[in-house]
């Protein structure tokens, strides 16, 4: 998941009242996305991904075209690109961190666990399901499921995946599928945004088991929000009417993509109609 890794960027505390005083700096006639060439199912020079769809709707809103910013994402992905002012947005960013200033959260989602339909860990709901015993499970190093499995004394017999990775020559989640897929894992842990879209593409082979069972520390669920730079007071409450008026739109993304929704009470949202419904 971007944006739990990287590096403190701002250093100098913010002062509201200079903050008032600071024009915007960003481009009125263009989005300008900052973000990951090679990172589906969230992005790609393509346009596939799902952040690429959500920066189109964003566009589409304030009746201007997209540009990108290409960078590939790991340690100095925010100095380089909101910090060097060579974009003005980043899509999809957990709001538990401190390195930007945040929108509105316009989705929550959590880590999932994937298993093989109709296989001996079919039907599982928590990582404490004893069936795990002695499986051999993969999951991203260095993520937030890593504590849960230590706990639980699963850690022994997982398999890690590096995080920080050019994903233009590399691709762990994918790769965890296939291992999964061919046998060679019996589970894979993957971020909800990540392991859902991937599973939807297995046409019902893999199932995915939202983590929403597990115990509070660390959290497997996220608030998602919209990246921007500390102090554009005015640009983040443009931001924020968007998300407001576009939010069917950009759940129906996010639904179609396969990445799993949580409420505030942790139920999956599903799509009824164009509108989200909670559903236990």
């Not at 909101?82 to 930007?100: N, P, S």
């Not at 069972?213 to 929000?225: C, K, M, Q, S």
């Amino acid at each position: 998941m971007s944006a739990l890794t990287f590096l403190p960027l701002w250093a100098a505390p913010i002062m509201p009242a200079a903050a008032q005083q600071i024009p915007d700096l960003v481009t009125p006639d263009v989005l300008r996305v900052c973000a990951d060439p090679a990172n589906m199912p969230l992005s790609n020079r393509k346009g596939e991904g799902f952040e690429n769809k959500i920066a189109s709707i964003i566009a589409d809103e304030l009746k201007i075209g997209v540009r990108y910013y290409w960078l590939s994402q790991g340690p100095g992905f925010v100095r380089n690109t909101l910090g060097l002012k060579l974009c003005d947005v980043i899509i999809g960013y957990a709001i538990t961190t401190e390195l930007v200033q945040h929108s509105n959260p316009y989705y929550r989602s959590v880590y999932t666990l994937l298993v093989k339909r109709g296989g001996e860990l079919s039907g599982i709901k928590e990582l404490a399901d004893p069936r795990l015993k002695g499986k051999k499970i993969g999951v991203i190093a260095a993520t937030p499921p890593v504590d849960h499995l230590q706990e639980l004394g699963l850690l022994p017999e997982t398999k890690p995946y590096s995080l920080l990775v050019d994903r233009r020559y590399e691709a762990p989640a994918q790769d965890m599928m296939a291992d999964l897929l061919a046998g060679r894992i019996d589970a894979g842990i993957l971020w909800g945004p990540i392991g859902g879209p991937l599973a939807k593409q297995t046409n019902g082979e893999v199932e995915v088991v939202p983590l929403v069972n597990e115990t509070e520390r660390p959290p497997l669920a996220y608030w998602i929000g919209l990246g921007i730079r500390p102090r554009e007071n005015e640009w983040k409450h443009t931001l924020n009417r968007v998300l407001r008026r576009r939010e069917a739109d950009i759940r129906r993304v996010l639904l179609d993509y396969g990445v799993p929704l949580l409420d505030d009470e942790n139920h999956l949202i599903t799509m009824s109609e164009g509108n989200g419904t909670a559903k236990q």
